[in-house]
């Protein structure tokens, strides 16, 4: 007797067509109108979006600005912000955690004959991370709060033009050799002069 095929679930001819993030409010109270957020998703390129997040702050002379992301995005969100912070220094930090929902769309590739395309839509709750960066200082007392990282100390001058020095000259030729060797050296040179002295007392 034949086996009967393994009951499939029925997803597999379901592809992901579409996803969108639940629209919230950020966060943070007391942001100015207008303020830059970067959403950053998870296939940005993170030399597009430092490119135009350093612009807003550097030619535009924007003040605060915001970096937020969700799912797997949010190690990208986090590397965009670190970079900022080491290539403008001084600004102070506030990290927000908590969950957003993501809605995704479904569409049945194989719908039944006669029979409208089926898509279905799914809800799921992801981690989401939302970063506020401030050149202004901002509430220390506020939960999430980093103060500005201190600037990474200069070189010591003198450490810096000792490295440039020359190297010693090397030694003479006798500091090479053993004590003993010298020792032995300078008595020998000592006798000769003395027997040298005597013969020619003794002429």
Not at 83 to 94: E, F
Request: proline share 10%.
């Amino acid at each position: 007797m034949a086996a009967k095929p393994v009951a499939q679930s029925g997803m597999e001819n379901f592809r992901k067509v579409r996803t969108s993030e639940e629209e919230s409010p950020l966060p943070f109270p007391d942001l100015p109108p207008g303020v830059v957020e970067m959403k950053v998703k998870e296939g940005s390129k993170i030399r597009n979006l430092m490119s135009f997040a350093m612009a807003q702050m550097e030619l535009k002379g924007s003040r605060q600005i915001v970096f937020s992301g969700c799912g797997r995005a949010v190690t990208k969100t986090i590397t965009c912000v670190e970079i900022m912070k080491r290539k403008l220094g001084g600004l102070h930090q506030v990290t927000k955690v908590r969950y957003k929902t993501l809605l995704e769309v479904w569409e049945n590739q194989d719908p039944l004959p006669g029979g409208a395309a089926q898509n279905l839509t799914v809800h799921k709750n992801v981690p989401s991370i939302c970063i506020l960066l401030s050149r202004d200082p901002l509430d220390p007392n506020q939960t999430g709060y980093q103060p500005p990282e201190p600037r990474e100390a200069e070189e010591d001058p003198s450490s810096s033009s000792a490295k440039g020095l020359k190297r010693p000259p090397p030694p003479a030729r006798e500091e090479l050799l053993p004590k003993k060797l010298q020792v032995a050296g300078a008595s020998s040179q000592q006798g000769s002069g003395t027997r040298d002295s005597q013969t020619d007392s003794h002429y």
